[in-house]
């Protein structure tokens, strides 16, 4: 580590590249059991910033599993290795001015602490998509918690590992009384303050 020098310059273009595209950049963070609805209003919420003129980018679990994290297994080691490489995700993203969309089960309250600290408190912004364990498992979009159930999946969130109820959530959004779309209009409702370029110059 002695002999290397990053370049801060190449660090300090954000500003620049934010006015390039006109908003400010930040990183919506969704947590949220299996089957809670993080990817579906994920793509809601991408919608709508996209109607309005804002780039986005969603980051999602399994997709991040697949790609640059997917020689990363389930252990604990390896579960902060995964957070840790999507954290330095959202900061490249955040310096090239482009808003993220995160869906991450992020199950404590230290691995989402872990998320705020590494990317910036000030370009984070905390969202529960709540729906019980009741729910998640009756959805059972992938067919998960039947495998959990049986035993064929061990450490599943919800089920035989534990999921911590978000005590710091900037947003709390509930999945069984309101659509993807109601979920994701309050989510966008409370970034566009954020993300609009006029608000941060006045
Ligand atoms: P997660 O990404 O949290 O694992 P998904 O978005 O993959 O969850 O799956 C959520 C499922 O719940 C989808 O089948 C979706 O259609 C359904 N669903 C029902 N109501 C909602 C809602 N209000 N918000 C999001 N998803 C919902």
């Known amino acids: 580590m002695t002999h ?3 370049h801060e310059e190449i660090e300090n273009k ?11 950049s930040v ?32 980051l999602d679990g399994d997709n991040i599993r697949t790609g640059i994290n997917k020689n990363l297994s389930f252990s604990d080691d390896d579960r902060k290795e995964n957070l840790r ?12 001015g482009i808003i993220t969309i995160n869906s991450f089960i992020s199950p404590t309250e230290a691995s989402r ?5 590494v990317i910036g408190a000030d370009n ?28 064929k999946i061990t450490q599943f969130t919800g089920i035989d590992s ?7 959530a900037d947003i709390t959004v509930d999945t069984v009384h309101n659509t993807a779309e109601e979920c ?19």
């Open 4 to 6: 290397i020098h990053p």
């Open 14 to 24: 954000r500003k620049v590249k934010e006015q390039l595209l006109n908003q400010h």
């Open 27 to 58: 990183a919506i963070w969704m947590s949220g059991l299996s089957g809670a609805g993080k990817s579906t209003i994920a793509l809601e919420l991408e919608k709508m910033c996209t109607q309005q003129g804002f780039v986005t980018q969603i």
């Open 85 to 96: 490489r999507i954290a330095e995700v959202n900061k490249l993203f955040i310096s090239c």
């Open 113 to 117: 602490k872990t998320a705020r600290s």
């Open 124 to 151: 984070f912004v905390e969202v529960y998509i709540d729906a019980p364990l009741e729910v998640c498992e009756q959805r059972d979009v992938k067919g998960l918690y039947k495998k959990a159930r049986e035993g």
């Open 162 to 168: 534990v999921f911590e109820k978000p005590k710091h």
């Open 184 to 202: 994701a209009r309050k989510i966008f409702d409370y970034i566009k303050l954020i993300v609009s370029v006029e608000r941060r110059l006045c």
